[in-house]
């Protein structure tokens, strides 16, 4: 058979010949596609790099610098933020200047509102309750000398107020601090006002954006590339780059790379039975008790016999939190200690897709290749807590301990992932893509932060003992199937890979090339056939025809009236 790659540059080139041919257009009598390839350094850095700062009241967690901006009459702070606590006065941005320790704060102020200070007496604050607790948050504070200042929390205005700090100016040459906020400058801290939680996305502009641009940049998501029509004055890669101070820490993010996620990466545990092969680590969970919960992956069993078990969360109230794996034979899941049997056989050697969900108003149910294989209520489980211990391919008989070497699991696990819902029958189906091994869980369960622990997650973890980590041909071998080559069966162009986003445009430097078609098939294919293109951003142009870049990167998403751009995601 003629590769796919083949093919699709084929079809492509009929298109094209057919295009200068006069067969769609005279005024298209040339495709220009130019290949100007232009990276830009640095660019994604930042990426999933969250700030961290753990529970405590304490002043010694924070990063500082001294930033090298202008004087501004106008000025926007946005961020995502997921505190771990709600209390008056607590501040995560802090500028300050000489004679001025208050330039600019913005943090809580009564609990669940958004504080936004200028010079100490010129202020913005919203309703109380808005901020929620461990739940990560959009926030932006803008001014502008000439017409007012406004506060957008998930991209809906919450508090407006003109005329603030009328004719007045941000001063240069100030201290900006993060996760404390100063009584003088570069110091001074008070612990009962330190910042508790996580930020991320922190960008400071030297304009007031408008209400829409900053809608745009909450709704392309936390875990999105979205970006302002001009570069900030502050980027976040900046901030990320430098050292916190005290505990304060720069950690992995659950975002996945859309682009390079851990496709074929397989988790293998060795056949013999043994305590001392495992994954295990304490899962950053946040602080409330799970109402809902849902793991699913692919699991290949290589043991015989009848009670091995592949996933187990201990808590110190129940070390039976969560557990999933065969007992006599037939395919389980433990909630706090109250189990369900689904009467199914699994078969050794062969990968199946598994999923076990649960919740506290429902009932455990269990799926195998995307269908449902039974459910059962448990006893009157109401919460799942949080702060426990996982381990991965040992069951826990103690906190972090206590294993049998018979009941250790034996085999391969790929593409697990703890959620934070019960999955619903039709989730599970999307995520099984009826046995599509090598495609990792569509996008939206990211964009909707539903996953609570990612595979991405585990693997980076150490593993102890013999557990290894396969990867291609070793994958292969092992019985997974080789998910980092392409399968020259499938078509070239399935319309359901292509996403449509319309409003946006795509503007990294990374590019391969620019077409004039007059339809979208035609930009479609000619991205295909570039191998790298990832992304079309089109404009109509003359004559009913179309002006695509093709773009080698999903990211540096920008708000746009005028473009729609496509993604391809297969």
Not at 3 to 14: C, H
Not at 80 to 87: Q, V
Not at 305 to 331: Q, V
Not at 544 to 562: H, M, Y
């Amino acid at each position: 058979k003629t590769p796919v790659l083949e093919r699709s540059k084929q079809w492509y080139q009929r298109r094209v010949r057919g295009i200068i041919r006069g067969k769609y257009s005279a005024m298209l009598a040339a495709v220009i596609l130019l290949s100007t390839l232009a990276l830009v350094a640095g660019e994604g850095v930042g990426h999933n790099k969250v700030l961290n700062f753990p529970a405590g009241d304490n002043t010694a967690n924070f990063l500082k610098f001294n930033p090298d901006t202008d004087e501004t009459s106008a000025l926007t702070v946005c961020a995502w933020l997921r505190k771990t606590t709600s209390d008056n006065t607590r501040y995560w941005f802090s500028y300050a200047i000489s004679g001025q320790d208050n330039e600019i704060i913005v943090g809580e102020n009564d609990p669940g509102s958004v504080a936004f200070y200028i010079q100490n007496s010129n202020y913005i604050i919203t309703p109380a309750g808005l901020w929620p607790v461990n739940i990560w948050t959009h926030i932006c504070a803008s001014w502008d000398a000439t017409t007012k200042a406004v506060i957008m929390i998930n991209g809906e205005v919450k508090a407006s107020q003109d005329g603030l700090f009328a004719g007045g100016a941000i001063r240069a040459g100030g201290s900006l601090v993060i996760g404390q906020e100063q009584d003088s400058v570069g110091g001074a801290f008070d612990a009962t006002q330190c910042f508790l939680g996580q930020l991320y996305g922190i960008n400071v502009w030297d304009y007031a954006l408008p209400a829409d641009e900053i809608g745009f940049l909450f709704s392309t998501g936390r875990c999105g590339y979205g970006e302002a029509e001009q570069d900030p004055i502050i980027p976040y890669s900046g901030i990320v780059s430098l050292d916190p101070r005290g505990t304060a820490s720069i950690v992995n993010g659950s975002c996945i790379d859309l682009e390079d996620p851990s496709v074929g990466e397989v988790l293998r545990f060795p056949l013999q039975s043994s305590t001392g092969n495992y994954i295990q680590f304490a899962p950053e969970l946040g602080s409330e008790a799970f109402e809902a919960v849902s793991v699913c992956t692919w699991y290949f069993k290589t043991f015989s016999d009848t009670s091995r078990y592949f996933f187990s969360y201990a808590h110190t109230d129940n070390f039976n939190g969560i557990i999933l794996g065969e007992s006599s034979n037939k395919l389980g899941m433990w909630i706090m200690g109250s189990k369900y049997l689904a009467d199914v056989n699994l078969e050794q050697n062969r990968w199946y897709h598994v999923c076990g969900t649960w919740a506290a108003d429902s009932v455990v149910s269990l799926y195998v290749d995307g269908e449902k294989v039974g459910d059962s209520p448990v006893s009157t489980v109401a919460l799942l807590p949080v702060g426990g211990m996982l381990n991965i391919g040992q069951e826990q008989d103690s906190f972090g301990g206590s294993f049998d070497a018979s009941q250790a699991y034996s085999g391969s696990l790929y593409n697990l992932n703890m959620f934070k819902i019960k999955l619903s029958d039709e989730d599970v189906a999307r995520i099984y893509g009826g046995g599509t091994f090598c495609e990792m869980v569509p996008d939206d369960f990211w964009t909707n932060e539903t996953i609570a622990i990612s595979y991405n997650t585990i693997i980076n973890q150490p593993r102890t003992g013999n557990v290894a980590l396969d990867v291609h041909e070793e994958a292969w071998r092992h019985g997974a199937k080789y998910c980092k080559q392409k399968d020259t069966d499938d078509e070239a162009h399935t319309n359901d890979c292509w996403v449509e986003e319309e409003g946006r445009r795509y503007k990294d430097k990374s590019t391969a090339g620019t077409v004039m078609v007059l339809d979208v098939d035609s930009a479609k294919a000619a991205c295909f056939a570039t191998k790298t293109c990832k992304a079309i951003t089109c404009e109509g142009a003359k004559g009913g025809a179309l002006k695509c870049a093709l773009k080698e990167s999903f990211k540096r998403a920008k708000k746009s009236n005028k473009h729609i751009s496509y993604t391809y995601r297969c």
